[in-house]
């Protein structure tokens, strides 16, 4: 391993990278003495840092260009805007002109935002995972004006703490390094480059069967918490996309324990106080096993992950809960989350006030100041709130005086009353006029492709056209200001500018989107652009030695390695939806080169699935609707006619994840299907009439008029 390699190597600096926790107040009234070069910048994470005395550049060659001239080393910090050590390793050090003075004579800084750069994040996060066994923001790495790492931890106070370093020992110590011992920091960043080397090197695999199916399953079963809900102990992810592969492998097997485990953690999440209940969406985290005391901040893809696995959990169940949850997610995300030309914000802050979690905190005097008593008591019955509070401070363990709304078993009955959403209504009206936490309203393409397919298929299952709506305008959005002519995207837009290369995801994610928008309103336009940005993911992307798709272009900055990973994280990764995507423009253009693509990745991947399936969770999700007998469905009308868009709506509906619907409008011959769809040349209606094609590997049943025989075809 990596670690032991350079375990001499930490042992000469007699130093170890760790994560360390404290509480800090901010000093909001701190005066803006300095202006660096982070001031032009358009990220909301470096403008945070726009007035440190730190010397911060951007990424970019001007950094590296002065390291070299000057001889320097890189302090390289990454975090994002959202991230609240990243706010306590700012005010603490790169706020304190003592540690600036450090950097800004030894090194050469640079901040990244990790959800601008990911390919940069995710090659120096592999770095220090490597080397101390654990990772997380800020993200600290130290490395040569070569961009070779030697150095890596997370984050570090001014000073250290218990035999801790922190950057009044560190700095000093690397850089006399630096000037004295470089050859033994040029040895280490030898080893370290050719462990990324290594790593990212991609073999071809034994093909994938049926049984990393039930593997994947059976993990999960292992995992699985029956007293609350979801997998492992504390800390507890939400993960939405292992819920949607347990409610898919429940379909395909009739597995009665993976839709228990679904719809457990789904409900269990609903209740808790990770939920949002006045304000609606979902935090990001629970720091403790039972969904109660949350990481405060709220990721858009968060909200679009969890919008699907509720949504498909109605679709399966009828449950009416999951619907509603899932509605009250895309009405957050409308009313504070959704720009006015279409586009999705990021992140909301968990801190507010230099607290975190105080915008969402309630204190009894409080309610009983801004309800009646009998509507104060009912409130503090149905969410457990308590006199001395019930919400207890993360790093001190104490009681801080205020609560936190969540539900139990015994009072999550009575929270659905009509005199619930009264007093919801009045809360959410006083608490908005409390002082927010900070915005992240930086777009980012790949994040709002995972909105737009959760909006197209919220608004398929809920037959609500506005969803539908607000899923194209943010489509249209992206064509228009995040898409060249030529159909190369960019990653980011904020107060009209657009910029950074695209990664793999943006291109993944945004046609994953498409492609349900397309299902949604069955505009030929949508797929048309599914297909075309596919074709330039496969052309800047794809591994053609062994196959897979790597993180950055190969029209954009070489970094020291060139990244390549289906890991699925906090969200599913590119090659995950990408593997999807293919399999489903095989069986909507009837192409096999789709396939075989996705065959590939599968292969490259597998030795490492079958290692931890748990950790591919999209990718097996993609593999299962291969392997789940997936059927196209045609359906030949006019667009016109009123029974046709009823049988349309009523197929689309039913929740059956392994199938892809193509619609072949009789009227509309400027925008036909056929050119995509070759196979479909022939089938036309019969009598006039609506016709259904229901097919499977490209062999179709009997063309039928009848919908009742239509979906007979399709349940069988």
């Not at 060659?61 to 050590?85: M, N, V």
Request: charged fraction near 25%.
């Amino acid at each position: 391993m990596l670690a032991k390699q350079l375990t001499s190597f930490v042992i000469f600096f007699g130093l170890v990278p760790f994560l360390w926790s404290q509480s800090d107040e901010f000093d909001s009234n701190q005066k803006e003495k300095h202006v660096n070069r982070l001031a032009k910048e358009s990220s909301p994470y470096l403008l945070q840092h726009q007035y440190n005395p730190v010397d911060w550049y951007p990424w970019g060659q001007e950094a590296f260009d002065k390291a070299a001239q000057l001889d320097r080393p890189i302090f390289l910090s990454i975090g994002y805007s959202t991230c609240h050590w990243c706010h306590v390793m700012e005010h603490e050090s790169f706020e304190d002109e003592q540690v600036a003075d450090l950097l800004n004579e030894n090194f050469i800084s640079i901040k990244v935002d990790r959800e601008e750069m990911p390919e940069v994040d995710h090659v120096y996060m592999s770095v220090c995972q490597a080397m101390t066994g654990r990772g997380g923001w800020p993200l600290t790495i130290i490395m040569t004006p070569k961009k070779e790492p030697f150095f890596a931890g997370t984050y570090f106070p001014k000073s250290g703490r218990l035999g801790r370093p922190g950057m009044m020992e560190l700095l000093p110590s690397i850089a006399d390094a630096w000037k004295n011992r470089r050859d033994e920091l040029v040895k280490s960043a030898n080893k370290i480059h050719e462990f990324l080397i290594s790593s990212n090197k991609k073999q071809l695999g034994d093909a994938l069967d049926e049984s990393i199916l039930q593997n994947t399953y059976s993990q999960f079963v292992n995992r699985y918490d029956k007293n609350h809900g979801g997998f492992g102990t504390r800390p507890k992810f939400p993960s939405p996309h292992n819920l949607i592969f347990l409610l898919r492998f429940h379909h395909m097997t009739g597995d009665k324990t993976s839709l228990m485990m679904v719809e457990k953690t789904l409900q269990e999440m609903r209740m808790g106080g990770i939920y949002d209940h006045v304000g609606f969406g979902f935090h990001r985290y629970s720091t403790d096993a039972e969904w109660l005391v949350p990481h405060f901040e709220k990721m858009l893809y968060d909200q679009a992950m969890l919008a699907m696995a509720y949504t498909e959990a109605f679709q399966l169940t009828g449950n009416k809960v999951y619907k509603k949850t899932a509605e009250e997610i895309l009405t957050y995300v409308q009313r504070d989350m959704t720009d006015s030309l279409g586009g999705f914000y990021s992140a909301e802050d968990a801190d507010s006030e230099g607290e975190e979690g105080l915008f969402y905190l309630w204190k009894i005097e409080e309610l009983n100041s801004i309800l009646e008593g009998e509507d104060a008591r009912f409130v503090q019955h149905v969410f457990n709130l308590q006199p001395d509070g019930n919400y207890k401070d993360e790093a001190t363990g104490q009681f801080t005086g205020r609560n936190i709304f969540y539900l139990n078993k015994s009072t999550s009955e009575l929270a659905d009353k009509k005199k619930m959403s009264i007093i919801r209504d009045k809360l959410f009206h006083v608490r908005e006029k409390r002082i927010h936490p900070i915005k992240d309203d930086k777009i980012l393409t790949d994040w709002n492709g995972l909105m737009i397919a959760a909006f197209a298929k919220a608004g398929v299952a809920f037959n609500s056209q506005e969803l539908i709506e607000a899923a194209e305008k943010c489509a249209q959005f992206i064509l228009e200001k995040l898409t060249d002519e030529n159909g190369r995207m960019k990653k980011r837009f904020r107060i009209g500018v657009s910029g950074l290369d695209a990664h793999l995801d943006d291109y993944a994610f945004f046609a994953w989107g498409l492609l349900e928008l397309y299902e949604a309103t069955f505009n030929i336009q949508y797929l048309q652009k599914a297909i075309q940005i596919s074709e330039i993911m496969v052309a800047e992307f794809w591994n053609e030695s062994s196959g897979g798709f790597y993180l950055g272009s190969d029209k954009t900055e070489a970094l020291i390695v060139r990244s390549i990973t289906g890991y699925d994280g906090a969200i599913p990764s590119g090659n995950s939806i990408a593997a999807m995507n293919l399999l489903k423009l095989t069986r909507i253009t009837g192409n096999v080169k789709w396939a075989e693509m996705a065959d590939k990745i599968f292969n490259v991947f597998s030795n490492e699935i079958e290692r931890a399936p748990t950790g591919f969770t999209s990718m097996v999700t993609a593999f299962l609707f291969e392997s789940d007998r997936p059927k196209e469905i045609v359906i030949v009308g006019s667009g016109k006619d009123p029974e046709t868009w009823a049988a349309l709506d009523r197929i689309k509906s039913k929740y059956n994840p392994n199938k892809v619907i193509l619609f072949k409008n009789i009227d509309d011959t400027e925008r036909e299907l056929s050119p995509l769809a070759k196979w479909t040349a022939t089938q036309q209606t019969i009598d006039n009439k609506t016709t259904f094609y229901v097919c499977q590997d490209f062999a179709c049943k009997i063309p039928t008029t009848d919908i009742k025989q239509a979906i007979k075809f399709i349940n069988e």
